[in-house]
């Protein structure tokens, strides 16, 4: 069936530090990718999301490129800030039903 | 509503009771997900509604678990002879329509505990 796997956190960086978290998928067919975040007592929200393979999605100085050579979606960020510390949940959408299927998560904690 | 509204927010429970979990999409969404979310664990899908149909209930744990939703609008998940291991966060998600590049919305989620 169609999984995630996302590196295991937590990740743990300065203030204005480089972020790359990785995100790998199999799926049938050819799945939309999204990234949620998950805000410390928020409910998950839509970070960005790519619908077909070269796409980049961005938002927030946050960034991934659709691979579907390499079936990734790897989530990118030059400069993190202590307000980016929240869970981050790689989710490729499609298959039977088009229901998201989420990895695991990654604990982002940013420090000043 | 503005958005994805589930109720209650906690909900302590004897083991062995029965509860129910209440949501209310974004109005117009025909598409409607349950999903848990266990501690320390990703989220694990549960159920799909598309209007009042659930053609996928692939990730119902055991027969313990139903739900139905009525009118297009509101789903109600419940839970027979709650055991410990239920306890976890349970989401629901609503989109637009169900295709694959819509974004899905989330509720806060209902904590339930099972004592």
Redesign the interface.
């Known amino acids: 069936g169609d999984s995630?796997t996302q590196m295991e956190g937590p990740v743990t960086l300065s203030e204005e530090a480089f972020l790359t978290i990785n995100c790998t998928y199999t799926a049938t067919g050819y799945?939309?990718l999204?990234w949620?975040v998950q805000y410390p007592g928020?409910?998950?929200?839509?970070l960005l999301?790519a619908?077909k393979a070269d796409d980049k999605g961005s938002n927030k100085g946050f960034e991934a490129t659709y691979r579907k050579e390499t079936t990734s979606f790897h989530l990118e960020k030059g400069s993190v800030q202590v307000s980016d510390s929240a869970v981050y949940?790689c989710a490729p959408?499609?298959g039977?039903?088009?229901?998201?299927?989420?990895?695991?998560?990654t604990r982002l904690a940013v420090h000043p | 509503g503005a958005g994805v509204s589930q109720s209650p927010s906690n909900k302590v429970t004897e083991k062995g009771k029965d509860v129910e979990l209440r949501c209310d999409p974004i109005s117009g969404h025909t598409a409607l997900y349950w999903y848990r979310q266990s501690l320390g664990q990703g989220l694990e899908f549960l159920i799909y509604f598309q209007g009042n149909s659930a053609p996928d209930k692939s990730g119902l744990p055991s027969d313990r678990f139903s739900a139905e939703r009525t009118g297009g609008s509101v789903s109600t998940l419940t839970i027979q002879r709650t055991q410990q291991e239920d306890s976890a966060v349970y989401l629901c998600a609503s989109s637009s329509k169900g295709g694959e590049n819509t974004e899905a919305f989330f509720g806060q989620g209902t904590r339930l505990t099972v004592v």
């Open positions: 995630v799945p939309s999204f949620y928020e409910g998950l929200q839509l999301k619908t949940f959408r499609g039977g039903y088009n229901k998201l299927i989420f990895g695991a998560g």
